[in-house]
């Protein structure tokens, strides 16, 4: 089982960037999908949540209307559109596949600063 994240990086303070997340290994399309996000010295705290068709999102209450998350199943690939970003989105993000089990991807940093 790997899930994999990428698209992280250093942007500007009301910047935009793509996050993305590999799966393979397992049944991607019977998992619900999660963006969780943890700054230093803080809990990890789920930004997104998407279930497995993709007909239903939550969004935690510091990043509605600024986040989105997506699926494609036929990639099994889940996506995390994030605007407006604010340096208090400065976090390492995770990717999250839960269903029979869970499953956790390695992390990629975003960093929101000028």
């Known amino acids: 089982v790997q899930l994999v994240e990428s698209g992280g990086g250093l942007v500007q303070p009301g910047g935009s960037l793509r996050l993305s997340c590999a799966a393979s290994?397992?049944?991607?399309?019977?998992?619900?999908m999660s963006w969780y996000r943890q700054a230093p010295g803080k809990e990890r705290e789920l930004v997104a949540r998407i279930s497995t068709a993709g007909g239903s999102t939550n969004y935690a209450d510091s990043v509605k209307a600024r986040f989105t998350i997506s699926r494609d199943n036929a990639k099994s690939t889940v996506y995390l559109q994030m605007n407006s970003l604010r340096p208090e989105d400065t976090a390492v993000y995770y990717c999250?596949?839960?269903?029979?089990?869970?499953?956790w991807g390695q992390g990629t940093q975003v960093t929101v600063s000028s």
């Open positions: 290994g397992f049944s991607f399309r019977r998992y619900g």
């Open positions: 999250n596949a839960f269903g029979n089990f869970t499953f």
